[in-house]
């Protein structure tokens, strides 16, 4: 072969086969053809999933946000894209929270709970009551006795507003599942078209949450894992010891939740997917400032919030895709997976 | 430098006997290294971690995290901790400095040699081209592991003087032991200098095709500019996987515990891509040029 033919032949390859391995990486994973699998009812698929115990797993959830939710000041908490996942397969779990360059763990084992924030280096101790795990469970217990029923209760509560149905399946972190579909009755004025449930056929453990709007075929909000394995996990996973120089607090569980000084006071109306919170908070919270330097309430919704006008008086509406918000300048909101109208109707109500 | 490119290069020439691999790669060595740009370069890629260190003990909290990338918010948490100094200041100067200094290398490998009619010398000599893309790439590799390996092994110092050796926390809040989070620090390192050999193949690939080392420096920086661009357009998602940059937020997962893997081993196979493919082309021009 002469050199220049070499060359040629060197550089083709050698592109090609750098070329498709950078293509084997960018293929989407988990994008295989749906596995198939005995068919099962929706009644027996939630049944299934209620007996089941989480076994011992280690994983990782992906969380695809897509709600077009405006960027506010001090909701770094919200910026999670992922998490990873152990399970002893009793009663200890250890979830790391992912943010770019930073972690939040939390570790839950038996009766303690331990929260660590890396960026400002403080854990949080919480001592859960000894009892309130077995009361926890005994009053689940009653309630959950029997799955069936408990399945049969549940799905006739879900069928009054929802059509609930097994569709098809689906390969979710290289694994067989179930997709349980929940479908808005036509009578429901909802912004959500359904929620689609992965539930893994053989442990019957949830894999994937997806919720899917109007008008869109991807998933607005998807929780879901991208790998997963089943197996024991190492004990001191679940051990955690706050580091040398952290700044721990100890915090003691509430057994009835305080009611938070300006927590806003509200109800839910309407019934399935168009309920609604409504409620009021003290005007004067508008204008309190988040930060020292940023701007207040007030000034936030200026920013992201759209002016309406209407028979409630006058207010701000934010809407995203999975739902719409409306504060009115007197302090009343209303909040729903609805349309703006939906909670107009509802501010009127009241 | 011209001293000693002139004195080393035509060696080989003058022998006219087979060269080992072993004594080419050495002159290559001594010629790189001899050079003062080299040292200054690698002095200065020293300095960045002392200077930070120093910066986020005595200065303060590098403020809010966010908005600069992986390095700057890893950095909010390196003040304190000696495990996590070199692994953000190798973050951080991977998005540039690093980069720059691979370049650098490359272009100065083969275009640097054409501009001073240095490579003519390699070219005639009986060395296959092959070989002699071998030498080069060896060099620029050393030049690279180099540049991250003064910069971690500062980095440690740093955070050791300025911290002492306990207190070595990952993100996760685990404390480890200093062996533990010396092989951490070392993964940091071998992963940021497999990108640096990706960025030193391409520098190397341009090099070959062209005889003004400017021009290969000034691709590969605008390369990289362009890449970092293109990562935040959202639109572009379907080709932020053939990016070389896009795992490199993946070195904070080092820190973390226990470790995820899989970002990081995406990022190694990238990078490999890259080398195949750069150094294919690379050899394919080497082998076609006259003497």
Known sequence: MNPKKRAVTVAVAGTAAGAIGLGIMAMPAGAGEAPELPSVSAQELVESVLKADPPALSGNVAIDNDLGLPAMPGMAMLNVESARVYHDGDHASRIALEQNGSEVTLVQNGGTAWSYDAADNTATKTTLPENAERKHKAAGQDELADPSSAAATMLDYVRQSSTVAVDGTATVADRAAYELVLTPKPTERTLLREVRIAVDAENRLPLRMSVLTNGTTEPALQIGFTDIDFGPQPADLFEFSPPQGAEVTDSQPRNKPEQLPDKPAGEVTGEGWDSVYVGSVPPETLDRRPDSDGPDARGLLDQFGTRVQGEFGSGY????????????DDGRFAVGAVPQQVLTEALGTR | MTDATTTLAPAPVARRSHATLGRLVRAELRWI?????????????????????IALTFVGSAGPGGGGGDGASLLATAAGNALVLPIATLAMALNLLLPLSAAMSGSDALAGETAHGTLRGWLLAPVSRGRLLLVKSLGVATFALSAVLVMAATGVLTGFVLNGTDGLVTLSGSTLSLPAALLKVAIAAGWVALQLWAIGAVALAISAWTEHPMVVLASVLGGVIVFSVLQLLDALEWLHPFLLNDSWLALGDVLRDPMPTGGLAEGALRAACYIVIALSIAYAKLSTKDG
């Open chain 2, 33 to 53: 290294y001899r050079r003062p740009r080299t040292l200054v370069v690698l002095g200065l890629l020293a300095a960045i971690p002392v200077i930070v260190g």
């Open chain 1, 317 to 328: 509406v934010v809407s995203t895709k999975v739902g719409t918000a409306l504060i009115t």
